[in-house]
T-cell receptor, first 111, second 113 residues
Framework: EDQVTQSPEALRLQEGESSSLNCSYT??????LFWYRQDPGKGPEFLFT???AGEEKEKERLKATLTKKESFLHITAPKPEDSATYLC????????????FGTGTLLAVQP | DSGVTQTPKHLITATGQRVTLRCSPR?????VYWYQQSLDQGLQFLIQ???????AKGNILERFSAQQFPDLHSELNLSSLELGDSALYFC????????????FGQGTRLTVV
């Protein structure tokens, strides 16, 4: 069964203190790994798609990387506005595009 | 703004009642997905439609049903509601089958009292 595990569950950083969030996955026939950002009471906001091991994507202070077993979301010099829950999801093989989500990492960046 | 529209934003109803949640996908998107998010669980996949046809079912209860109409909007029907059905319900859409990301609406917050 496809499974996604994110760690840590919660992370508190000082503004400017860089860190990484982890997403480990078990999936048969990975078609894509997705990162989303979710603010309280809002819908998940798409950030990145990674398709194959070794791939990297960047957007502002965020950089996502992918290996055969896990993905990392690196946050460089975070700002308070980066505070949110970051969700990882995988899309496996088969006839459906459904995404299997992890439970997320709640990031709090203090000024 | 993702381009996915969900109505209503909030819904409060009593146990045993039936409600309908509506989703309009992004222009041109053929796939619609429904997810449930409760406090103690992450985003749980419920069901997917592609161009009017059911594509996949997840952990969707028999009391719940969905459909996608010819204009591609979708409705999620929840009946015989229980307190435990209180959650955020999200709709997402994607343009095609294959490797593609999904874009989420802002959700409907359902409270069953």
């Amino acid at each position: 069964e496809d499974q996604v595990t994110q760690s840590p569950e919660a992370l508190r950083l000082q503004e400017g203190e860089s860190s990484s969030l982890n997403c480990s996955y078990t999936v048969s026939g990975l078609r894509g790994l997705f990162w989303y950002r979710q603010d309280p009471g809002k819908g998940p906001e798409f950030l990145f798609t990674l398709y194959s091991a070794g791939e990297e994507k960047e957007k502002e202070r965020l950089k996502a990387t992918l290996t055969k077993k896990e993905s990392f979301l690196h946050i460089t010099a975070p700002k308070p506005e980066d505070s949110a829950t970051y969700l990882c999801a995988v899309q496996g093989g088969g006839a459906t595009n459904k995404l299997i989500f992890g439970t997320g990492t709640l990031l709090a960046v203090q000024p | 703004d993702s381009g996915v529209t969900q109505t209503p934003k909030h819904l409060i109803t009593a146990t045993g009642q039936r409600v309908t949640l509506r989703c309009s996908p992004r222009s041109g998107d053929l796939s619609v997905y429904w997810y449930q998010q409760s406090l103690d669980q992450g985003l749980q996949f419920l069901i997917q439609y592609y161009n009017g046809e059911e594509r996949a079912k997840g952990n969707i209860l028999e009391r719940f049903s969905a459909q996608q109409f010819p204009d591609l909007h979708s409705e999620l029907n929840l009946s015989s509601l229980e307190l435990g059905d209180s959650a955020l319900y999200f709709c997402a859409s994607s343009p095609r089958e294959g490797r593609t990301e999904a874009f989420f609406g802002q959700g409907t917050r359902l409270t069953v009292v």
